[in-house]
């Protein structure tokens, strides 16, 4: 059971290039999310998707963008790399929307 | 804007000594929720409490939800090593999802 898996794992940019980050669950889920972690700050929400087909700001969706192209991928999406957006990226999905979430093993991206 | 602090950040315990975190929400939660993150690892849901007051045990791991539903708290007796990581409480809030600032735990043998 692969659960939750992201690509890449590792990312390097240049400030203002674009790139999307990729996740797939195979657990049937209906609800996924992006989070970014910080150090000290725990994990933030960007955006979710409560079910295929819809899409909702999180706390911090400044500089993001996301598409859920089915029931089992969700991607995010950065338009111009910032350094400021340089973080791990957690993808997670749930059987429904706000319950107990599974994550994926994050991607690490260092934008310069 | 909404908030939910972990104390302490950091804990430094004894191999068999007790542990708790403590989480404060700066407004009620539907539910609350509890994660394991070991170093350089995903978090890893531990369990969801959800009533007023509740209390939940596994194993050496014991989970309570205030009754005012704003904080809750997770106390692990007789710490072992591989309870190293760290723990993040987490809940909704309307229809946002909030992260605690996380409780690191290392455990010395």
């Known amino acids: 059971n692969a659960g939750v898996t992201q690509t890449p794992k590792f990312q390097v940019l240049k400030t203002g290039q674009s790139m999307t980050l990729q996740c797939a669950q195979d657990m049937n889920h209906n609800s996924m999310y992006w989070y970014r972690q910080d150090p000290g700050m725990g994990l933030r929400l960007i955006y979710y998707s409560a079910s295929e087909g819809t899409t909702d700001k999180g706390e911090v969706p400044n500089g993001y963008n996301v598409s859920r192209l089915n029931k089992r991928e969700f991607s995010l999406r950065l338009e111009s790399a910032a350094p400021s957006q340089t973080s791990v990226y957690f993808c997670?999905?749930?059987?429904?929307?706000?319950?107990?979430?599974?994550f994926g093993d994050g991607t690490r991206l260092s934008i310069l | 804007g909404q908030q939910v602090m972990q104390i302490p950040q950091y804990q430094h315990v004894q191999e068999g000594e007790d542990f708790t975190t403590y989480c404060n929400s700066s407004?009620?939660?539907?539910?609350i929720q509890w994660y394991k993150q070991r170093p350089g690892g995903h978090p890893v849901f531990l369990i969801q409490l959800v009533k007023s007051g509740e209390v939940k045990k596994q194993k050496r791991l014991t989970f309570q939800f205030g009754e005012a539903k704003k904080n809750s708290s997770l106390h692990i007796t007789a710490t072992q090593t591989t309870d190293v990581g760290t723990y993040f409480c987490a809940g909704p809030n309307g229809n946002q999802f909030y992260f605690g600032t996380g409780t690191s735990l290392t455990v010395i043998p």
């Open positions: 997670a999905s749930s059987l429904v929307d706000l319950q107990p979430q599974h």
């Open positions: 407004t009620t939660l539907s539910n």
